[in-house]
């Protein structure tokens, strides 16, 4: 249901992602753009091409028009767009996040909130099986859903042997802009911070 269903928070309405884009460095009720993400994890596809964006996509999609583009020049000549975080590390986090989180806690969804120094995203549920964060980013494997986890990497949406959190998040940060991603464990939630400058991260 979660990965292929069209409609899967009719059986479990904690899947999902709750987005929010915020003006400023704190949460606030004026908000730039607030959505319900919502659908199968996967995109699906008919006889004649693509049918829905998956959650992954459709987030991507809400985290593009929600921040800000800057305009370099690439070898010195070519125009080339640069956002404020790599994709890499933005679907990692995530997929990451769909992937892992604790689907018993039914009363809440992935959070993800964009504000003007950071982006966040939220996934219910500590961290299974002894992983802490430190672990994590020495690439160290960890495996709540693993029959989501396989799917996913079949797809191409997770990295090989459990090497997205390093590879994917933490260098891509630091080779985009010089930070390091903040990953916490705070009780029944685990929370990736990606900074959007050095003077923040």
């Known amino acids: 249901m979660l990965l292929f ?12 992602i709750d987005a929010v884009a915020y003006p400023g460095k704190e949460k606030d009720y004026a908000a730039k753009e607030r959505l319900s993400i919502r659908g ?16 992954v996509e459709q987030t991507v999609e809400f985290i593009r028009r929600n921040t800000e583009v800057s305009a370099g020049l690439a070898d010195g000549a070519r125009r080339e767009e640069r956002w404020l975080y790599p994709e890499e590390a933005i679907r990692e986090a995530i997929v990451n996040a769909l992937v892992h989180r604790d689907y018993l806690l039914s009363g809440t969804t992935v959070e993800l909130s964009i504000y003007k120094d950071r982006l966040e995203v ?38 090989h042997m459990g090497m997205g959190v390093p590879r994917k998040i933490v260098k891509e940060m ?20 990606l900074w959007n400058n050095k003077d923040n991260g």
Do not use: W
Request: aromatic letters at 6%; glycine letters at 10%; one cysteine or more.
């Open 5 to 16: 269903c069209a409609n899967p928070n009719r059986f479990l309405p904690q899947a999902g």
């Open 174 to 193: 630091q080779k985009h802009n010089g930070t390091s991603p903040n990953l916490v464990e705070d009780e029944e939630r685990f929370l990736v911070s």
């Open 122 to 159: 939220v996934s219910p549920g500590r961290l299974p099986n002894g992983i802490t964060p430190q672990r994590m980013i020495t690439g160290c494997r960890l495996a709540r859903n693993q029959l989501l986890k396989d799917v996913m990497r079949d797809y191409g949406y997770l990295e």
């Open 40 to 55: 199968p994890m996967t995109a699906l596809f008919g006889s004649e091409g693509l049918v829905e964006n998956g959650l």
